[in-house]
């Protein structure tokens, strides 16, 4: 059998008698006992293993992601201003479609009351143009007048 | 600068493949149930890839041991409202008490990888590991503790301290209790290592 030279109880003596540090006699000890420890727990059973190692995969695949800035920023000073100028046009992408939009709506809105606005300044100076009175319009004799004259015809 | 490095998701996989069954056992030691060790392992796992899987990986260490106690101490909570918290030996002894079983497992893959150590020697061996388990787990709980986490996992006595969250004369105190109590009782069976 594989044994060491030195047993438990000569570690104790040997740690109170003085020819060793006292914790040295007792690390050695630790030592060995780890050491059994160690080789047993290579030898535990499959199911244990395959536990463990079904929770470890899963561990690492809910892993916490280093943000990018962060990554950056670890890296060099260069690197770092780089990646503040992407930021920054990855933000102006996201901005200027949404000022372009507001300006061709505003643009359309204009011109579209610019032409309602003309339109009615075309009727205005045809009614005020034409021989017959605007006035007239709004009288009922000729409205009446109106509806004879094309039914008589 | 290598502290400095954000452990890459290869890193965390093999740090914790390198960490789970000394966490594990030290948690079958602790809570003496091996479903629930598991369990804890588990969250203990879980938590560090979660919170603290973009840390550099020098950070890694320190912080699942963190972990891993502080799950431990959450499950004897849990466990004492439940019901009032008993520490005898007997779910470990129950556990063991297919040992028969398991020490046949266990002497299964040693006979076949050393092909040169006789049948009475590996139970010989089987039967140390199990007396010094036996022992660990009997150990008070800081003692274990500080024992597993100064020697098995390799850490020194200040990180021992901050993992446990005391002072270090503290840590070298349990750990010189747990090194005599171990020595006296594995010498009172006969056991030499």
């Not at chain 2, 470990?92 to 020490?103: C, I, S, T, Y």
């Amino acid at each position: 059998m594989n044994m060491s030279s030195i047993t438990a109880g000569e570690t104790l003596s040997r740690s109170s008698s003085g020819s060793h540090p006292p914790m040295s006699a007792d690390e050695r000890f630790a030592r060995r006992i780890v050491s059994r420890l160690s080789e047993g727990t290579q030898e535990l059973p499959h199911d244990v293993v395959e536990r463990l190692r079904v929770a470890r995969t899963r561990a690492v695949s809910n892993r916490r992601r280093p943000t990018r800035q962060v990554t950056t920023v670890g890296n060099s000073g260069g690197e770092a201003m780089l990646g503040l100028g992407q930021v920054w046009w990855n933000r102006l992408g996201a901005v200027i479609p949404l000022v372009a939009l507001v300006a061709g709506l505003l643009v359309i809105s204009v011109v579209q009351d610019d032409d309602r606005a003309s339109e009615l300044a075309d009727v205005d100076s045809a009614l005020l143009a034409d021989d017959l009175p605007p006035a007239a319009y709004a009288d009922p004799g000729f409205a009446q007048f109106l509806k004879s004259d094309s039914s008589a015809r | 600068m290598r502290p400095c490095d954000l452990a890459t998701e290869q890193e965390l996989s093999e740090f914790l493949k390198s960490v789970e069954r000394r966490a594990f056992k030290r948690s079958v030691y602790h809570v003496k149930d091996q479903e629930a060790a598991l369990d804890i392992v588990q969250d203990s796992m879980m938590k560090l890839a979660e919170h603290y899987g973009d840390k550099p990986a020098g950070e890694l260490p320190m912080l699942f041991q963190r972990i891993l106690s502080n799950c431990t101490l959450d499950w004897f909570r849990r466990q004492k409202t439940r019901r009032a918290l008993f520490s005898t030996m007997g779910d470990f002894e129950n556990a063991d008490g297919d040992g028969d079983f398991d020490l046949l497992e266990n002497l299964a893959s040693p006979i076949d990888s050393r092909e040169s150590e006789s049948a009475e020697d590996a139970t010989r061996r089987a039967q140390i590991f199990r007396e010094i388990e036996e022992e660990i787990a009997a150990l008070p709980g800081r003692q274990r503790e500080a024992f597993l986490m100064r020697y098995w996992e390799e850490m020194d006595v200040a990180e021992t301290a901050a993992a446990m969250g005391c002072s270090q004369g503290s840590v070298k105190t349990h750990c010189s209790r747990a090194v005599h109590a171990l020595s006296k009782a594995l010498t009172a069976k006969g056991i030499s290592l």
